[in-house]
């Protein structure tokens, strides 16, 4: 699609000095939103699946963990339910130009996602404050939706990022824009591979999070069934993901050196178009070159175009004011990409160790390394966005409409940004005492409660 | 009707819906803040806590319907909307995060002291942020709203003598509401003394609502006359009326102790108000500055929308019903912890 000027519904430049203001808080509200989708997306599986173990087998120490992380899957719950409502706030607070452009466009996924909100929210409290109420059966059944709702949720918010990646849908004349068919802009986009890799990446940092838990209990000696079992049924959805996870970010490679060869050329800082890239770990970009780093010879033209010989379009391509901060960028996907391959290798080690051994590793070190693998899974999930959302600048809707035109026309930006920090580092205090307090309980009181 | 009219429709239900579910649980907290010292207001608390805790979060939900549908269906107005009422809405904004966070944690809290500190949190939020809606919606029906980013004032645009009567009457009916529905809770639980606690929070909070809503009127009438005549003639006043009723056998039933009917008719008054206020602000959607037919989207993406949606409400509507069904029963009662 053709950059043309975009005059928009308002007819007139948004003129806003604290634009830097905006997008922190934007970015600062999805670094506190996303990890707790995260829990959204993956845990209701977990605890359903170990919910089933309790129902084939039995065992109280099965029903204990279940109940135990249903609590905690409830607790971030509502936590994603605020923090999210901020978000649906910020589109119109924060950038009402872009809202008043698009928000035909791509409004619809939010239409459904609003309903998939509501089955989770009724059948999260259906199966929480349902145990020992309903049938066991009954019990179970209520947590099927939870687990759906996570995939839609996700599904329908990704459409909007995808589209503003890829925008498709639309037309623009005289600077207006037209013709919108939400069908097609919202499956146009880049959808697919940021589904797949977002929901493998809620796998993996609410896999390995809770899996830490229980490495450290480990570590501590204490390996009843409870413990055991809550770190094995973590760590296999989390190792499971890992691997996979590499493969679907070459996919996502792949399609953003087609689609957005400008966003690809700032992963990886090539400032001129070139046949046979190389790939550079480390060092910084500066003067249209990496420096300071260690090239791979050829390796950039392998992975994004699967041949070592094909050209790589540079940031030479488009003017200086159409390209992104490179070093954040590719420092962003740096990071991502590291701690990917470094969580792939640990998965693997723990999926073959069981197949072969039929055992956990023994190793404290392989606990160490769990515990470090949450935390570290978190860093590449935000790494990941700012790659995808900073690599997307100056636009935020790709080559149609730039941040700064978006952006509110509202004074005093900073005093809502600083406000919003401050209620932020509350909220996060509140949920890490909340987490604390919950796990000193012992887990016996799970079952006799009832 | 044309597609705009059946959207602007959806909206005004989901606003009822927010206002008299999650209204009520704002209510509550309310109550909450005004409960007294900690061994006194225990029990009013633990009964907030108990009615609340299984529903707030799809209560919620009713708010985020009412965003996505608004900027899907009328983009530009509700960008109007937000950047010039940024001060309000964000406020409202931070309110919930107090709100749903204490919440969530007061389950949890072992001591007194705590519970109280995450119940102040929690309280004052429940008056903040309905108060900021009523106040945005004041600016809205008053016209201080003009079509463009952050064109209006931003802070005369909700601090004038609509916007403050609305807010008021906001935090109020919440309260009044909240009082009906637990007087019937308690009662359901068996515990007489709270049911007699919250039958008089509940006639005294409906009387005091009733006159303000009587002096709203003329406030309106001098700061917003266009809105003052929609609502006193025709199909506007006919709603203004039965709100009136409503409002008023609501007092008489609770008197008389018939709280689940008085659930019926509390709701029905609060329904008839904001039904009264669309119409009286027909055609416009941003009063003397944009109709309801020009802010639409164009025809296929109402369609779309509405479409989709229709869909929808055949897994939504059973699945609300399942679960207000097993909380009216009791089912899922008794705090989790
Ligand atoms: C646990 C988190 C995690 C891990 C281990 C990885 N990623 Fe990732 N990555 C994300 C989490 C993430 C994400 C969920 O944060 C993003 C942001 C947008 C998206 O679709 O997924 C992302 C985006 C993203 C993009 C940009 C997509 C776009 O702009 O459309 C690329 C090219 C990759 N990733 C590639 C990789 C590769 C090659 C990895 C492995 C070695 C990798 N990612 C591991
Ligand atoms: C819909 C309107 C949106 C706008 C206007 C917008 C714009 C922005 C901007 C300006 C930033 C800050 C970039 C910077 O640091 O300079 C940002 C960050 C971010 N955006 Fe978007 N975005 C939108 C939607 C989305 C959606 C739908 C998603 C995900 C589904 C998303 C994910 C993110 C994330 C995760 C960040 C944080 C990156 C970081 O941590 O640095 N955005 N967005
Ligand atoms: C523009 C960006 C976003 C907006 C406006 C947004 C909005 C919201 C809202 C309003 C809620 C609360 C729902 C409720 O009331 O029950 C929520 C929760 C949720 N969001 Fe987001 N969100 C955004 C980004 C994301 C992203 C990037 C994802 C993940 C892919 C995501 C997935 C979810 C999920 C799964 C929940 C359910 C709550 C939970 O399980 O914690 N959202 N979001």
Redesign the pocket.
């Known amino acids: 699609m053709a950059a043309e000027y975009l005059a928009g519904a308002f007819g007139r430049q948004a003129n806003q000095p604290d634009l830097l203001q905006a997008r922190q808080m934007q970015a600062l509200s999805?670094a506190v939103?996303?990890p707790?989708?995260?829990?959204?997306?993956a845990?209701?599986a977990m605890v359903l699946f170990v919910e089933g173990l309790w129902l084939r087998t039995g065992e109280p120490a099965y029903k204990a963990l279940a109940k135990r992380w249903s609590k905690v899957?409830l607790t971030?719950?509502?936590?994603?339910?605020?923090?999210?409502?901020?978000?649906?706030f910020?589109?119109g607070l924060l950038w009402p130009a872009f809202m008043a452009n698009f928000g035909e466009v791509f409004g619809l996924a939010?239409a459904l996602?609003?309903i998939?909100?509501?089955v989770?929210?009724i059948f999260?409290a259906i199966y929480v404050y349902g145990w020992d109420r309903l049938s066991p059966r009954a019990h179970f059944l209520a947590g099927v939706p939870i687990v759906v709702?996570?995939i839609t949720?996700?599904?329908?918010?990704?459409t909007?990022?995808g589209w503003m990646n890829h925008p498709t849908g639309f037309d623009i004349v005289d600077g207006k824009v037209v013709n919108a068919h939400p069908f097609s802009a919202l499956f146009g986009g880049n959808l697919w591979h940021?589904?797949t890799h977002?929901?493998v990446a809620?796998y993996m940092v609410a896999g390995f999070l809770v899996a830490g838990v229980y490495a450290y209990a480990w570590l501590k000696g204490r390996r009843d069934l409870y413990h055991r079992a809550g770190l094995v049924v973590a760590l296999s959805f989390a190792a499971l993901a890992a691997p996979v996870q590499v493969v679907v970010g070459d996919w996502a490679g792949r399609t953003v050196a087609e689609r957005q060869p400008t966003k690809l050329a700032a992963f990886e800082g090539v400032g001129k178009t070139q046949k046979g890239a190389d790939f550079h770990i480390l060092g910084y970009y500066s003067d249209g070159e990496v420096k300071a780093g260690i090239p791979i010879p050829r390796l950039l033209s392998i992975l994004a175009k699967h041949d070592p010989n094909a050209t790589v379009q540079g940031l030479d391509a488009v003017p200086a004011s159409d390209r992104p901060p490179v070093n954040v960028v590719r420092y962003a996907f740096q990071t991502m990409v590291g701690i990917g391959t470094l969580l792939a290798l640990l998965g693997v080690l723990y999926v073959v160790t069981w197949l072969r051994r039929r055992r956990l590793p023994r190793s404290v070190w392989f606990y160490r390394a769990v515990m470090a693998a949450g935390p570290l899974s978190l860093v590449a999930l935000i790494a990941g966005?700012t790659t995808t959302e900073v690599g997307r600048q100056p636009w935020v809707v790709y080559q149609v409409m730039r941040t700064s035109e978006a952006v509110t026309d509202a004074r005093g930006l900073w005093v809502a940004y600083v406000l919003l920090a401050v209620v932020y580092l509350m909220l996060m205090g509140a949920v890490a005492w909340l987490l604390r307090r919950l796990a000193r309980r012992p887990p016996e009181a799970e079952v006799e409660a009832a | 009707m044309s597609l705009a009219d059946v959207c602007i429709a959806l909206m005004v239900a989901g606003l009822i819906a927010y206002t008299v579910l999650g209204g009520a649980d704002f209510g509550a907290g309310f109550w909450d803040l005004t409960a007294g010292g900690a061994k006194r207001g225990a029990r009013v608390r633990g009964m907030v806590e108990r009615s609340m805790s299984p529903v707030w979060?799809?209560n919620?939900?009713w708010?985020?319907f009412v965003?996505v549908v608004f900027w899907t269906a009328f983009p530009t107005a509700f960008a109007s909307v937000a950047s010039t009422l940024y001060v309000p809405l964000g406020l409202a904004a931070l309110g919930i995060i107090f709100r749903g966070t204490a919440f969530a944690l007061r389950g949890q809290a072992a001591t007194i002291n705590e519970a109280r500190t995450l119940g102040a949190a929690f309280a004052l939020s429940s008056v903040i942020t309905p108060f900021c809606f009523g106040a945005a919606v004041g600016g809205i029906a008053s016209g201080r709203v003009p079509v463009g980013n952050a064109a209006g004032d931003p802070f005369s645009s909700w601090l004038n003598p609509t916007s403050i009567v609305i807010g008021a009457l906001a935090v109020l009916t919440g309260a009044y509401l909240a009082a009906v529905y637990m007087a019937g809770d308690a009662r359901r639980a068996g515990l007489p003394d709270l049911e007699r606690a919250f039958r008089d929070r509940a006639l005294g909070a409906g009387v005091v609502t009733g006159a303000l809503a009587i002096g709203a009127l003329f406030v309106v009438r001098d700061d917003a006359r266009s809105l003052y005549d929609g609502l006193t003639s025709g199909t506007g006043l006919a709603l203004v009326i039965a709100s009136a009723v409503c409002g008023a056998a609501t007092l008489a039933l609770v008197w008389g102790e018939r709280f689940e009917l008085a659930r019926v008719s509390a709701a029905g008054a609060v329904t008839c108000i904001i039904v009264g206020w669309a119409v009286a602000q027909r055609p416009y959607l941003l009063p003397g500055h944009l109709t309801l037919e020009q802010a639409a989207a164009s025809h296929r993406v109402l369609e779309a929308m509405l479409i989709s949606l229709g869909v929808g409400f055949v897994i939504l509507v059973p699945s609300l019903a399942l679960l207000y069904r097993l909380v009216l029963q009791g089912r899922l009662d008794k705090d989790y912890e």
């Open positions: 999805f939103h996303i707790l989708v995260c829990f959204g997306i845990f209701p899957m971030l719950f509502a936590v994603g339910v605020v923090t999210g409502t901020i978000l649906s910020e589109l939010f996602e609003g998939s909100f509501f989770e929210a999260i709702a996570g949720g996700s599904l329908m918010v990704l909007v990022n940021e589904l977002m929901y809620g966005w | 979060e799809a919620h939900v708010l985020i965003l």
